[in-house]
């Protein structure tokens, strides 16, 4: 299937827009405020050792500016929304326990965004630490068409 330049300039139009609402919309962190089954590691928070995206936030800006594909089904029918997840960093910078915490009013938004979540390279902590605690994250994703 062939792809015509008015494709690849609204495909490029879609990841600039996408950059655009990532920059504007700061994440926050937390330390996680309930412990997981099996955790046995003592509870120490140091707000200044947090994990980050490899890169800081721009890089992820970046990384979901490239990575967040708007689902073919959602544009066809004109859907919008804002999806926020929530996830856990852990010692290792892996991400787990990935959460729809507000759908972006459609399904098709929603696993798009865990998905991107899910493919995201380990996250690096801004210092080594002497003692990890998993740090929940709060991520919006926002799928807007114009």
Same mark, same amino acid.
């Given at each position: 299937m062939a792809t015509n330049i008015n494709d690849i300039n609204i495909i490029d139009f879609m990841k600039r827009l996408i950059y655009i *609402? !990532? @920059? @504007?919309? #700061? !994440?926050m962190a937390q330390a996680q405020d309930t412990i997981p089954a099996g955790f046995d590691q003592e509870i120490f928070i140091d707000i200044y050792n947090v994990p980050e995206f490899p890169g800081g936030q721009k890089a992820l800006f970046e990384y979901l500016s490239n990575n967040v594909h708007? #689902?073919?089904q959602a544009v066809r029918d004109s859907i919008e929304g804002r999806v926020i997840c929530q996830f856990l960093v852990h010692a290792d910078g892996s991400i787990t326990d990935i959460e729809v915490v507000r759908s972006g009013g459609h #399904? *098709? *938004?929603d696993e798009e965004a865990v998905r991107v979540i899910r493919s995201m390279p380990k996250w690096e902590w801004t210092r080594t630490p002497g003692k990890f605690v998993p740090v929940r994250y709060t991520l919006p994703i926002s799928f807007k068409l114009h």
């Open positions: *609402l !990532f @920059a @504007a919309i #700061p !994440f708007y #689902p073919e #399904p *098709l *938004l």
